[in-house]
């Protein structure tokens, strides 16, 4: 979504008590920056596509399945490459109206084969990443192919400021990615 699709769309973002035009501008350009990370990552580290859902817009990014730093049981980071997981599924959601990263949601995937078949649903913990935020995990699949993403958003809990422009998320929200091509692999660190 461009930045002037974007200001299109500001109808229900409007100067207010808390946002004022420089500021609600400034979460426009904060927007555009991140719609240059999700470009590079659906682009050239992997591949995806965007769609609206309401006050959102949610994207995914497939690429092979990847090492990451977790909590072990002493309370420090350790790192894990991929087991059996051979793919890694990552989702973006983001502000309809100014395209900014919306963090501490519930995001949950599920993947179904070309059979029609479910593969599994996992929920999608949000993951640190140097350069662009998102929430994802590895999966394992049987194997690579096409198949259909469906990803739900429940509505989240946090507080809203801003009477003018805070109230939204207030429902969770369903998009589906058909043809979804995951080349089954591990990347290993």
């Excluded at 979460?27 to 591949?47: F, P, S, T, W």
């Excluded at 790192?79 to 519930?106: K, M, S, Y």
């Excluded at 995001?107 to 599994?120: F, H, K, P, R």
């Excluded at 999966?139 to 429940?154: D, H, K, M, N």
């Amino acid at each position: 979504m461009t930045q002037t699709t974007r200001q299109a769309e500001q109808g229900t973002m409007r100067p207010s008590d808390e946002s004022n035009k420089e500021q609600l501008r400034l979460a426009r350009v904060q927007g555009d920056a991140l719609q240059q990370a999700i470009d590079n990552m659906v682009n050239k580290e992997a591949h995806g596509a965007l769609q609206k859902a309401g006050d959102y817009e949610i994207g995914y990014a497939v690429e092979h399945a990847e090492g990451m730093y977790t909590f072990n049981s002493a309370g420090e980071l350790e790192w894990h490459n991929p087991d059996q997981e051979n793919a890694h599924i990552e989702v973006v959601v983001r502000d309809a109206a100014d395209g900014r990263f919306i963090p501490a949601l519930t995001v949950e995937a599920t993947l179904i084969d070309s059979q029609g078949q479910e593969v599994g649903t996992h929920q999608q913990p949000f993951l640190w990443h140097p350069w662009l935020y998102h929430y994802g995990r590895n999966w394992q699949v049987p194997g690579s192919g096409e198949y259909t993403l469906r990803i739900r958003v429940a509505a989240p809990d946090f507080p809203r400021h801003d009477k003018t422009n805070g109230k939204r998320y207030a429902a969770p929200v369903e998009v589906v990615f058909n043809k979804v091509h995951i080349d089954a692999g591990r990347k290993l660190s």
